[in-house]
Nanobody, 124 residues
Framework: QVQLVESGGGSVQTGGSLRLSCQVY????????MGWFRQAPGKERENVAIIYSPGEATDYADSVKGRFTASQNTARTTWYLQMNSLKVDDTGTYYC?????????????????WGQGTQVTVSS
């Protein structure tokens, strides 16, 4: 069984930075992916970043490209989302999620594991 525990949310002003962490308890064998999703108030949850392991290839939503960076530590026990140049529109609850395999990583209805979510608030 895999458990994901997030941390690192908070409140910042426009242009600021935050780094979210997702601690992974458990172990994945073979191919897997880690996604970061967010849900803004009144909106549906959306995927903002995916990192594929092994290999650490990444993919980002257009809205965050060039500003957000997904990564993991060497031991693959902690995943990160570095968020720079934050905008008010980045406000929301951020979730990490993990999925076995490289397919369906952005499909919220089939993703295997979810973190509890952490709040990010960006003010002008």
């Amino acid at each position: 069984q895999v458990q994901l525990v997030e941390s690192g949310g908070g409140s910042v002003q426009t242009g600021g930075s935050l780094r979210l962490s997702c601690q992974v308890y458990g172990y994945f064998y073979g191919l897997y992916c880690m996604g970061w999703f967010r849900q803004a108030p009144g909106k549906e949850r959306e995927n903002v970043a995916i990192i594929y392991s092994p290999g650490e290839a990444t993919d980002y939503a257009d809205s965050v490209k060039g500003r957000f960076t997904a990564s993991q530590n060497t031991a693959r026990t902690t995943w990160y989302l570095q968020m720079n140049s934050l905008k008010v529109d980045d406000t929301g609850t951020y979730y990490c999620a993990a999925h076995v395999g490289w397919q369906n990583c952005t499909r919220q209805d089939v993703v295997n594991y979810w973190g509890q979510g952490t709040q990010v608030t960006v003010s002008s």
